[in-house]
């Protein structure tokens, strides 16, 4: 019998796989492809990149420079064959797709403690797991995994509105408030942008001409039988914003840019129509663009959502998007270690724990094999602190509020706020790196007198 089962070859649980069998674990880890592919897999390959082959920047003073950096520092088996394979794409590292999955695979295929099964796993298994069956998870696992978690707790739409970054939006325009006065909180809940008829008119002209990311055809399949997208989020009740604008001139201003209740205190009226943003981190650093989900192109929602009064200047944490993801509910059933709350020898990782992008999911499933590496063992397993990238994603996606849970991808803006602000954005991030590198280093020091570490890259 194996010591550790991993579910899924993909970015995840490959680096999970190895994580855990260079800490001397048998691993079986079952991959259905090339038996059953997935809709988006096209080869037998571990680790298969789905789209790009860009896994984003190098640079240390953005969020996903310093998430690979993090990965670096702990041991990373996937982020030295990215390098080994990349192509030349400037500050950006880009892989040869194959090249890189050909070499993931050879590593695992050829780990005296790793054994890789072309199975479909079609049920939860028994005793130490990790679950990294990712976005296009088969619908027989989706199925058990539903039975664990409860049916209201699995998605396999994602509906994600756009995230601004607090310190970005020009509160001379916008005013704080909720409708009616009904705020929770004495400065007022949400962050309203006052439109005048000019101003709505010209966005809905602009929203409903922007170019859009077309759907696959097995997402237009989901959409046509209705799906769950989110916590009370059924597809019908998420339309993306361009597709509502498209029903009228008025739909937006009836629909999520009504202004009934909201007095701009400027003028001491209702403006004509409001977009209103909501708190998404408890540190109050980031506001996502209440019923935004969207399809357009990134550069697209940069340039429309722009034209909001206040967003003039508008930093994106994240941008909207709609795709097929099969994903948990982590807030209520994952902790930061991603062990499943009520099994703790059952583990998430991947895009189903709702973390996003490549380097999030490397970086879950590291995190995840060597927890069960340390668990085996008798040890507990790792809590990352807040202030690194990791530790701040796998935060957020164990604490987010139940409305707005959507993936996830690194991001400054789920670090804690700095002592004091730099306003200056490079400085800022490199701020932010300094701190997060210093807390991983003590945090390693820690776990290394402990007679624990990170393991060595392959030669
Ligand atoms: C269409 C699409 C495009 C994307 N494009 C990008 C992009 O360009 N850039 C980016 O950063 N992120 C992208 N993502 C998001 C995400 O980063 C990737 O999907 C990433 O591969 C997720 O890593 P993972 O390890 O969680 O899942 P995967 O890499 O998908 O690995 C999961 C593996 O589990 C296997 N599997 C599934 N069910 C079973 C089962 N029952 N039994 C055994 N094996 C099973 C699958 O075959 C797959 O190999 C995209 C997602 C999708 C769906």
Redesign the pocket.
């Known amino acids: 019998m194996p010591d550790l089962i991993v ?9 999970a796989a190895w994580q855990a069998a260079q800490r001397g674990l048998k691993v079986r880890l ?4 090339p038996r ?6 096209t080869t037998g390959y ?11 920047t190098t640079l240390i003073d953005r969020a996903g420079g310093l998430l690979k950096e993090e990965l670096r520092r702990m041991g990373s088996l996937l982020l030295p064959l990215a390098e080994a394979s990349a192509v030349p794409a400037g500050s950006a590292l880009a892989v040869d797709r194959n090249v890189f999955a050909q070499k993931v695979t050879e590593a695992l295929e050829s780990h005296p403690n790793i054994e890789v099964v072309r ?4 049920d939860i298994p028994q005793g130490l797991s990790i679950i ?7 619908n ?3 199925q058990a995994i539903a039975r664990l978690t409860g049916q209201e707790h699995l998605y396999f739409f994602d509906a994600i509105a756009p995230i601004v970054v607090a310190d970005s939006i020009n509160m001379d325009i916008c005013f704080r408030g909720a409708r009616y006065g009904r705020s929770a909180t004495a400065e007022g809940d949400y962050i309203n942008c006052p439109m005048d008829k000019a101003q709505y008119e010209a966005f809905v002209d602009a929203l409903v001409r922007a170019e859009r990311i077309e759907l ?1 055809d097995f ?1 237009r399949f989901a959409l046509q039988q209705g799906v769950r997208a989110g916590k009370s989020k059924f597809f019908e009740g998420c339309l993306p914003i361009e597709v509502m604008a498209q029903r009228g001139k008025d739909a937006l201003r009836f629909g999520p840019l009504r202004p009934t209740g909201l007095i701009d205190p400027r003028t001491g009226r209702e403006p004509y129509a409001v977009v209103q943003l909501r708190q998404d981190n408890l540190a109050g650093t980031l506001y996502n663009m209440v019923g935004f989900q969207t399809n357009l192109k990134f550069p697209e929602q940069r340039r429309v959502f722009r034209m909001i009064p206040g967003l003039e200047q508008a930093e994106f944490a994240r941008y909207g998007q709609m ?3 099969t994903f948990i509910f982590s807030p209520a059933l994952l902790d930061p270690t991603l062990q499943f709350r009520t099994r703790p020898d059952l583990f998430f ?5 709702g ?8 970086a ?2 590291l995190l995840a094999g060597w927890n069960a590496a340390r668990l085996a063992r008798g040890q507990e397993p790792l809590v990352l602190p807040r202030e690194t990238m990791l530790g701040a994603l796998l935060y957020y996606i164990t604490h987010a509020s139940e409305h707005d849970f959507q ?1 996830m ?1 690194a991001n400054f803006g789920l670090l804690p706020p700095l002592p004091r602000r730099i306003r200056d954005k490079r400085a800022r991030g490199r701020a932010y790196a300094e701190r997060a590198l210093q807390a991983l280093e003590a945090f390693l020091a820690e776990v290394r007198a402990q007679g624990d570490g990170p393991v060595p890259p392959p030669a």
Not at 7 to 15: H, I, K, M, P, T
Not at 46 to 56: D, H, K, P, T
Not at 349 to 353: L, M, S
């Open positions: 579910v899924g070859g993909g970015l995840a649980g490959s680096e079952y991959e259905m492809r059953k592919m997935t809709p988006a897999h571990l680790a298969e990149l789905v789209c790009s082959n860009s896994l984003g199975e479909e796993v079609t990294a069956s990712g976005p296009l998870t088969s027989a696992l989706s696959h997402e795709h097929r993801n990782a991947g895009q189903i724990t973390v996003e992008g490549y380097v999030g999911n490397i879950t499933g993936p991808k």
